[in-house]
Structures are given as structure tokens and as C-alpha cells.
């Protein structure tokens, strides 16, 4: 059993910095990718970074120079620095893990969401 639980999100002030956290424990594999998607209301849910077990990261055009994605792997822990943020980058914020095993393959889990409101 895989949890991922968040941290972090709340109000700012547009141009303002916020860093959200997320934990994970459980049976992690060593090969996986960890990442955070972002679902504004009424739209879709959509990436917004990703690092993999190896270190490669990958953005959302709409967000780079802005937000930097890292990780502890020894707290199996994901970050996401958000700075110079916009209102539309107001979100409930998901942190998202892939885990991949040879017998079952890739396996996603997600964490519960965590509110980000940018104020302009």
C-alpha cells in the first residue's frame, strides 16, 4: 500500500513563492517517477513537473523558469518550488507517484490535493 500525503499549498500574493511537499511511504519501487499535476475548476488535470528515480525532470511549458521540481529520495519525499506565481496558476495541486515493478508494470497513485490560490 502506497500514501502520499501533501503539504504546503495556500494564499499568496501574486509574484509570491509557495514550496509544496509531499511524502510518500509504503512499498516505493526503486524505479519511479514522481510528479505533480494541477486541476483548475472546470478544467482538466494537467502536469506540471515530474522527476524520475534517475533525476530527469520534465515541465509544463507554462511554468518553467518558475517552478523547479526536486526530490529526497532518502525521505521519499517530492518538492515543487513555485515562484513568481500567477493567478492562473491557482489550483487544487495533486502530487502523483508511478511506481514500476516487473510483475505489474506501472502503477499510479495520488495524493488528496492541496489548494493553491494566487491573489492578484
Known amino acids: 500500500q502506497v500514501e502520499l500525503v501533501e503539504s504546503g499549498g495556500g494564499l499568496v500574493q501574486a509574484a509570491g513563492s509557495l514550496r509544496l511537499s509531499c511524502a510518500a511511504s509504503g512499498s516505493i519501487s526503486s524505479l519511479n517517477v514522481m510528479g505533480w499535476y494541477r486541476q483548475a475548476p472546470g478544467k482538466q488535470r494537467d502536469l506540471v513537473a515530474s522527476i524520475g528515480s534517475d533525476g530527469r525532470t520534465n515541465y509544463a511549458d507554462s511554468v518553467k523558469g518558475r517552478f523547479t521540481i526536486s526530490r529526497d529520495n532518502a525521505k521519499n519525499t517530492v518538492y515543487l518550488q513555485m515562484n513568481s506565481l500567477k493567478s492562473e496558476d491557482t489550483a487544487v495541486y495533486y502530487c502523483?507517484?508511478?511506481?514500476?515493478?516487473?510483475?505489474?508494470?506501472?502503477?499510479?497513485?495520488w495524493g488528496q490535493g492541496t489548494q493553491v490560490t494566487v491573489s492578484s
Open positions: 502523483n507517484l508511478k511506481l514500476f515493478t516487473h510483475f505489474t508494470g506501472w502503477s499510479a497513485y
